[in-house]
C-alpha cells in the first residue's frame, strides 16, 4: 500500500476532515499525521477524526500554514497516513513542558526505545518530534530526546498558531494539548532519508548579545545598544518598522560546532527588545547572514534525497519554518516554492521552529524522505 497524502482548504472541520479520509484512507493505515490550521473548533475538529479514522491513531499540531498536495494554504489542513503493512509507530506524549524534567524525559525517551526495538525485527526507524511552539522548552527537550535515541535520527516541528503567538496545541490520540510534546519512534522496511537545509551565508556583521533573559528568549540589549535599534542600524533599516518580514529577510545567525545555524527573531517589543524563537543568553555572539537562492537551493535538496532513497520519494514529511514562507511572499518566489513541494511529494506545515537530531533551529527545512516500497 502506497502513503496516501492528503489536504482541504475548507473551514468547517467536518467537511474538511471529510475530505482529508476521501484522500488518505485510514483503515489500513499504522498511524495517521494531520497538521491543521487553529481557526479551527478544536472540539468539532477532534469528533471529526474519530469519526473518520476511529481506532486508527492520529497525530498532529496547529501549524501557521499548511503544506498540502496542491501547495501552500493557510486556514486548512494537511494529512498522510502512512500503511500498517511497511510502518510501525510507538508514542509518548510529554505534558508539562514548563515544568519539563531531563531526568524523566531521558528515561522516557528510553523505554520508548526498547519497545520500538523488541518489536522492530532489526528494521531501521526514525524519530519525529512535534511541539508547542510557544513553550519556550525546544532546546532542552530536543537535546535530552535526541540523545536519548540510540543513534535513531530525529527531526520535526514546532506547532504554530498563525503569526497570532498566542496558544499552539499538539494532537495525540483524541487530545488537543498545549505545553506538551509528541514523540513519535517510527519503524518501517523502506528506505528513508532525514534531512536539513537552509539557505543563508553569514555576513561580515558581528552583535554581541549584551543584555537577554534566558527563559523568555527576550533579548534587551545588542552591543550595549537597546536591540531591536541596533539590530536595525546593522541590517541597513533603521527608518522602517521591524516586522516579521523583515526578521525573515534579515536573519542572524550563530557559530555552533564548526556550522551556522539561524536564531529567528520572533518580534519587537515597545521596550524595543527583541523575542527569539530560540534560546538566547548574554555574551552569544550573533552574525547577521544574507540568502541565496532558495529555490535552487530546494532543487539540489530533492535531488540528494532522490539518491538517497532511491528514487522518487513516495512522499515527504516536511517542516518548513513560517519565516521562509514570509521571506518566499515579499520575494515573490512562494509560488515557485510551492509547485517544487508540490512535484515532490512534500506534505507538512509551516512551524515555529524545527527539531533536527538533537538541535533545535530555525528558519530551516527539515523533515524526511520516504522510498516506495
Given at each position: 500500500m502506497p502513503l496516501r497524502r492528503g489536504g482541504s482548504d475548507k473551514t468547517d472541520a467536518r467537511a474538511a476532515v471529510a475530505e482529508l479520509r476521501q484522500q488518505i484512507g485510514g483503515g489500513d493505515a499504522a498511524f495517521v499525521l494531520v497538521f491543521l490550521s487553529p481557526a479551527y473548533d478544536r472540539a468539532e475538529m477532534l469528533a471529526a477524526l474519530a469519526e473518520a479514522f476511529g481506532s486508527t491513531p492520529v497525530f498532529g499540531c496547529t501549524t501557521a500554514g499548511e503544506i498540502t498536495p496542491f501547495g501552500y494554504?493557510?486556514?486548512?489542513?494537511?494529512?498522510?497516513?502512512?500503511?500498517?503493512?511497511?510502518?510501525?509507530?510507538?508514542?509518548?506524549?510529554?505534558?508539562?513542558?514548563?515544568?519539563?524534567?531531563?531526568?524523566d524525559t531521558i528515561e522516557r525517551t528510553h523505554q520508548l526505545v526498547a519497545h520500538r526495538h523488541a518489536q522492530a525485527q532489526g528494521r531501521a526507524g526514525f524519530g519525529l518530534l512535534l511541539v508547542d511552539g510557544l513553550s519556550t522548552r525546544e532546546e532542552r527537550l530536543v537535546s535530552a530526546i535526541g540523545n536519548a535515541l540510540a543513534g535513531l535520527p530525529l527531526i520535526g516541528g514546532s506547532a504554530g498558531d498563525g503569526l497570532d503567538f498566542k496558544a499552539t496545541f499538539v494532537l495525540h490520540e483524541g487530545r488537543f494539548v498545549r505545553d506538551a510534546a509528541i514523540l513519535l519512534l517510527v519503524t518501517t522496511r523502506r528506505r528513508f532519508s532525514v534531512f536539513k537545509t537552509e539557505h543563508f551565508?553569514?555576513?561580515?556583521?558581528?552583535?554581541?548579545v549584551t543584555g537577554a533573559d534566558l527563559e523568555s528568549r527576550r533579548v534587551f540589549e545588542i552591543n550595549a545598544e537597546p536591540a531591536a535599534l541596533e539590530y536595525a542600524r546593522l541590517v541597513g533599516l533603521s527608518n522602517e518598522p521591524l516586522s516579521p518580514k523583515i526578521f525573515a529577510a534579515h536573519p542572524v545567525v550563530v557559530r555552533v560546532g564548526g556550522q551556522y545555524h539561524v536564531r529567528a527573531i520572533q518580534k519587537v517589543n515597545p521596550d524595543n527588545s527583541l523575542t527569539f524563537h530560540c534560546a538566547i543568553d548574554e555574551g552569544l555572539v550573533l552574525t547577521v547572514a544574507r540568502g541565496i537562492d532558495i529555490v535552487e537551493n530546494l532543487h539540489?535538496?530533492?535531488?540528494?534525497l532522490e539518491r538517497e532513497v532511491g528514487g522518487r520519494p513516495e512522499a515527504i514529511v516536511g517542516f518548513d519554518c513560517v519565516l521562509r514562507d514570509l521571506e518566499t511572499e515579499q520575494r515573490n518566489l512562494?509560488?515557485?516554492?510551492?509547485?517544487?513541494?508540490?512535484?515532490?511529494?512534500?506534505?507538512?506545515?509551516?512551524?515555529?521552529?524545527?527539531?533536527?537530531?538533537?538541535?533545535?533551529?530555525?528558519?530551516?527545512?527539515?523533515?524526511?524522505?520516504?522510498?516506495?516500497?
Open positions: 494554504i493557510s486556514g486548512g489542513l494537511s494529512g498522510i497516513s502512512f500503511p500498517a503493512e511497511d510502518f510501525t509507530v510507538h508514542s509518548a506524549l510529554f505534558e508539562g513542558l514548563s515544568q519539563f524534567q531531563i531526568a551565508v553569514p555576513t561580515a556583521h558581528k552583535m554581541v539540489e535538496l530533492f535531488r540528494r512562494k509560488a515557485a516554492v510551492s509547485d517544487l513541494f508540490m512535484a515532490h511529494r512534500v506534505t507538512g506545515f509551516c512551524t515555529y521552529g524545527e527539531q533536527y537530531m538533537s538541535m533545535h533551529v530555525n528558519q530551516t527545512f527539515t523533515g524526511v524522505a520516504i522510498g516506495a516500497a
